[in-house]
């Protein structure tokens, strides 16, 4: 499984020319759990009201909480997430 960022702390602000592609792949998602808490702003360190959850696809994984901070804050991820949500360099 191939995780969205796996760090404690993200590094943010990081622009990615394909980050339309890769919310819109995350955005026809359902989620494979849901959390009993509140996801944070990773800039701000507040909490939002929008409830945690946890989504995979095509062998990566990634929380609404990282996914969020991605969209919000651009957040990095590693390019081997975005390839293989994306479906780039398969055989």
Same mark, same amino acid.
């Given at each position: 499984?191939?995780?969205?960022?796996?760090?404690?702390?993200?590094?943010?602000?990081?622009?990615? *020319? &394909?980050? !339309?592609?890769?919310? *819109?792949?995350?955005? +026809?998602?359902?989620?494979?759990?849901?959390? *009993?808490?509140?996801?944070? +702003?990773?800039?701000?360190?507040?909490?939002? &009201?929008?409830?945690?959850?946890?989504?995979?696809? &095509?062998?990566?994984?990634?929380?609404?909480?990282? *996914?969020?901070?991605?969209?919000?804050?651009?957040?990095?991820?590693?390019?081997?997430?975005? &390839? !293989?949500?994306?479906?780039?360099?398969?055989?």
């Amino acid at each position: 499984m191939i995780y969205m960022n796996e760090s404690k702390s993200p590094r943010l602000h990081v622009p990615r *020319a &394909d980050k !339309a592609e890769i919310l *819109a792949a995350m955005s +026809d998602v359902e989620p494979i759990g849901i959390a *009993a808490g509140y996801i944070t +702003d990773y800039a701000t360190g507040e909490l939002t &009201d929008i409830v945690g959850a946890l989504y995979e696809k &095509d062998g990566v994984s990634w929380s609404r909480e990282k *996914a969020w901070n991605f969209e919000h804050n651009d957040m990095e991820v590693s390019d081997e997430f975005a &390839d !293989a949500l994306l479906g780039r360099n398969k055989r």
